[in-house]
């Protein structure tokens, strides 16, 4: 089987650039012909991508021909965020005119398909997967990477994980297992996905994969950043139920509030106890790279992450 070139749209992105990055490292690019960043732009490179003789940037007009600036690639990477659904969709009606064997839609998050609730940004992600499988399947194979939280983003005020005025509010059980994952390992874990594509064809991809870089309670890390110089933290709990009433009230978007009481219910719990890891599938031993772990974030972070970031909570 030649090997595949891969598409990333979104790839210089907050965390496109991870996966751009891990696509390009050692460990997976001898599995690969070339990584293709699709851009609206005409240009060559990106301060947020390593140079690499694989790597090259491609210019796309117009929807019109997207279909041709990917009718040599094998696996496509949607990693637009939240604000590009159109063009989400652009790109999804262009794939069955080309040779797409593997799609990787822009999940990467919670798996909100357990929710009972709705949200504005996952119902719209719903819907795309929806449309997807209208579009796509049995063609293309269709593989849905969920991370939990992104750890680097996740241990501050809007969680209700306050360092700088050592206050931890957990919604729900302090003691309930919550799933971070370094934005880095994502990137790894999408890499290591098409590497078992390249190695083992579409079969052998599954629908969804849930991993996890750390998973562990809110008065845990709380125990993590006092003990790397965070101070004193104090950790209190507020009740689930009148929590989640609230906060769904009011069909939003912002996920931080719905976030929240999901840590509390458990569904961010990506451990073989909770939704399930998957992390030996893309990461088998943990003999290709080390998964970051909190208490790596803690020290890199003299346990008070986010500390100089004004928050009003709302």
Not at 15 to 40: C, D
Not at 97 to 113: A, C, D, K, M, R
Not at 143 to 159: A, H, N, T
Request: aromatic share 8%; proline share 6%.
């Amino acid at each position: 089987m030649p090997k595949p070139t891969i598409a990333i749209a979104g790839g210089t992105g907050h965390l496109g650039k991870h996966i751009t990055t891990a696509l390009l490292s050692k460990p997976f690019i001898p599995s690969f012909a070339s990584i293709v960043l699709l851009t609206r732009q005409d240009v060559e490179s990106s301060p947020e991508i390593p140079p690499s003789p694989h790597l090259q940037f491609r210019n796309y007009n117009s929807a019109t021909d997207l279909a041709h600036a990917l009718s040599d690639i094998d696996i496509l990477i949607n990693a637009i965020g939240s604000s590009g659904h159109s063009f989400k969709e652009t790109l999804l009606r262009a794939i069955p005119e080309t040779n797409i064997q593997l799609y990787l839609p822009s999940e990467f998050g919670v798996n909100h398909y357990i929710h009972d609730f709705p949200h504005l940004e996952w119902d719209a992600k719903k819907r795309h997967d929806s449309l997807s499988r209208e579009l796509l399947h049995p063609k293309v194979k269709i593989c849905r990477v969920f991370c939990g939280l992104f750890m680097e983003d996740s241990i501050g005020p809007w969680f209700g994980l306050d360092t700088r005025d050592g206050r931890y509010e957990s919604v729900g059980s302090s003691g309930e297992g919550v799933s971070f994952t370094g934005l880095g390992d994502v990137g790894r874990a999408v890499a290591g996905i098409c590497r078992l594509f390249a190695e083992r064809g579409a079969g052998e991809v599954p629908d969804k994969v849930h991993v996890a870089g750390d998973t562990r309670c809110i008065s845990e890390v709380a125990k993590l950043m006092e003990r790397e110089g965070g101070g004193p933290i104090e950790v209190t709990e507020v009740a689930l139920g009148e929590y989640k009433k609230r906060a769904t009230e009011v069909v939003g978007s912002d996920p931080a509030a719905y976030l929240r009481f999901l840590m509390g219910e458990g569904k961010i719990n990506h451990s073989p106890a909770g939704l399930g890891c998957d992390n030996e599938l893309v990461n088998p031993g943990g003999g290709v790279w080390k998964w970051k772990s909190l208490e790596e974030l803690a020290r890199e972070t003299q346990g008070r992450p986010w500390k100089d970031f004004e928050w009003q909570s709302r």
